[in-house]
Antibody, heavy 122, light 111 residues
Framework: QVTLRESGPALVKPTQTLTLTCTFSGFSLSTSGMCVSWIRQPPGKALEWLARIDWDDDKYYSTSLKTRLTISKDTSKNQVVLTMTNMDPVDTATYYC??????????????WGQGTLVTVSS | QSALTQPASVSGSPGQSITISCTGTSSDVGSYNLVSWYQQHPGKAPKLMIYEVSKRPSGVSNRFSGSKSGNTASLTISGLQAEDEADYYCCSYAGSSTSWVFGGGTKLTVL
């Protein structure tokens, strides 16, 4: 059974750095074709893809946010970490982590976490 | 402003069929057969309904189908049911520099 769970602060101040952790089970990020992405959704708005890390440690970032994002993995802990620097109120959103596996859904995320709401406010 | 354009809302009666369009450019939808569709109920995480334009993940009803022509992808839901009422998002690969882009979402109302 594949599950993902996001964790991190619910509230951050402007200019601070946000660190989110995705803890997963039911798959290994060392398996060829496996990927984990971060996607966010501001309240009442559309989804926005942020970053992805692959089984071979390749990393991909949103062009508009790449200077602020870092994604990493700890395969032994079954975790993926996303950091976003210089947080702003417009970054207030629900942040999701999601898995892709080439053998089941190509590169499209097929299993998602429940999401974690991050509010940026002083 | 989202990279992919979807209608803000569509509606249909139970049993009917509806189609949601997703218009991109030659740099995303038009260049890659990597369009996916997600269903999202209020307060819930998105659920993958279609990937690689027209493939259905295991467990997704065959009432859901996808297609693509040029720079426009489409999601068709046949035999509408009340539980299909949700927001639907398309997503496309847009090349290594941009990676993935989403549409603005379409609210489906089952009348």
């Amino acid at each position: 059974q594949v599950t993902l769970r996001e964790s991190g602060p619910a509230l951050v101040k402007p200019t601070q750095t946000l660190t989110l952790t995705c803890t997963f089970s039911g798959f290994s990020l060392s398996t060829s074709g496996m990927c984990v992405s971060w996607i966010r959704q501001p309240p009442g708005k559309a989804l926005e893809w942020l970053a992805r890390i692959d089984w071979d440690d390749d990393k991909y970032y949103s062009t508009s946010l790449k200077t602020r994002l870092t994604i990493s993995k700890d395969t032994s802990k079954n975790q993926v970490v996303l950091t976003m620097t210089n947080m702003d109120p417009v970054d207030t959103a629900t942040y999701y982590c999601a898995r892709s596996y080439s053998s089941s859904s190509g590169l499209a995320p097929d299993y998602w976490g429940q999401g974690t709401l991050v509010t940026v406010s002083s | 402003q989202s990279a992919l354009t979807q209608p803000a809302s569509v509606s249909g009666s139970p049993g009917q069929s509806i189609t949601i369009s997703c218009t991109g450019t030659s740099s995303d939808v038009g260049s890659y057969n990597l369009v996916s569709w997600y269903q999202q109920h209020p307060g819930k995480a998105p659920k993958l309904m279609i990937y690689e334009v027209s493939k259905r993940p295991s467990g997704v009803s065959n009432r859901f189908s996808g297609s693509k022509s040029g720079n426009t992808a489409s999601l068709t839901i046949s035999g509408l049911q009340a539980e299909d009422e949700a927001d639907y998002y398309c997503c496309s690969y847009a090349g290594s520099s941009t990676s993935w882009v989403f549409g603005g979402g379409t609210k489906l109302t089952v009348l």
